[in-house]
């Protein structure tokens, strides 16, 4: 068995690993196919004295809300929202984060030294200060705001990960190899350091992703995130709180499906850690 095939049997060994994945293409599934799963559009108001907070039901799955909008529309629309800025933001993470890491372990000395004092910088506040403050001095924000904001307050701790590995990838005989033959340090770093450090990369961006979800969950119940009517799970969840006793289905069901999608990611996330690197015991997830 070659070195990608045992990966992947570490990687299924997981005891939690099948479940985490079988989550994910669930509601990974549910946002790409949701134009063909909904069959009401997410702010479509149905009847607004007939329909109103009716429970779930044949015709309503996962019933409505206090709007008379179908929450099993509403739900898969929002996975495209809530998944789609959790992805996002990550990818823009890692990969600033990566090209951080990567910079300070290869070329050292003041570099090394003037961005991991950014890092410190970045890591001693809390995130979610960083996110209000930033909301606050530039009023409401757009999805793509939002997702870069995410993403450009998240990569600290993933540059920390990628310049450990680098510290170390930098000495092998192919590094020392191409820079006998001349090859430029960016050349070295993108060609050959950084997809030999890529296994921090991905478990960092599986784990991340989830903390980036529950984030924008938080800003958009407290109605500063993703801007109604426009569905994402968290503004689900504040529209159905003043209900949450006489229709509880309301702020249940996105509830639910944001605490499944977090466990399946840290669940996929400890899976690919023991797949891609056995002997590490623990990596610090992206976040704050």
Do not use: K
């Not at 909904?38 to 007939?50: C, E, K, M, T, Y």
């Not at 910079?103 to 890092?119: E, H, K, N, Q, S």
């Not at 890591?123 to 996110?131: E, Q, T, Y």
């Not at 969950?217 to 968290?234: E, I, R, T």
């Amino acid at each position: 068995m070659g070195p990608r095939g045992e990966a992947w049997r570490r990687f299924f060994r997981h005891p939690a690993a099948t479940a985490g994945l079988a989550v994910l293409v669930f509601f990974g599934t549910m946002a790409i196919c949701a134009p063909l799963l909904a069959p009401f559009r997410p702010s479509q108001q149905l009847d607004i004295v007939g329909l109103q907070n009716r429970p779930p039901s044949w015709q309503h799955l996962l019933g409505t809300d206090l709007y008379s909008r179908d929450i099993w529309s509403r739900l898969a629309y929002g996975a495209q929202v809530s998944l789609g800025i959790g992805t996002l933001g990550m990818a823009v993470a890692v990969s600033l984060g990566g090209l951080v890491g990567a910079a300070a372990g290869y070329f050292r000395g003041w570099i090394d030294a003037v961005l991991m004092r950014l890092v410190d910088v970045g890591l001693s506040v809390p995130r979610i200060f960083i996110v209000l403050l930033a909301i606050a001095l530039w009023d409401r924000l757009g999805t793509g705001s939002l997702i870069l904001l995410l993403g450009l307050t998240g990569w600290f701790a993933t540059s920390r990960l990628v310049r450990s590995e680098v510290l170390s990838l930098r000495e092998r005989p192919f590094a020392e190899a191409a820079r006998a033959a001349g090859a430029r340090p960016w050349r070295i770093i993108t060609r050959h350091i950084v997809p030999n450090a890529a296994a921090p990369l991905i478990i960092s961006a599986a784990l991340g992703i989830g903390h980036m979800m529950l984030l924008e969950a938080g800003l958009s119940f407290l109605g500063v995130g993703v801007a109604p009517p426009q569905p994402s799970w968290g503004n689900m969840i504040a529209d159905g709180r003043d209900q949450i006793v006489t229709a509880p289905w309301t702020s249940l069901f996105p509830g639910l499906a944001i605490a499944l999608t977090v466990m399946a990611l840290n669940a996929i996330g400890d899976a690919l850690r023991d797949a891609l690197d056995p002997r590490a015991e623990a990596l610090v997830p992206a976040g704050d």
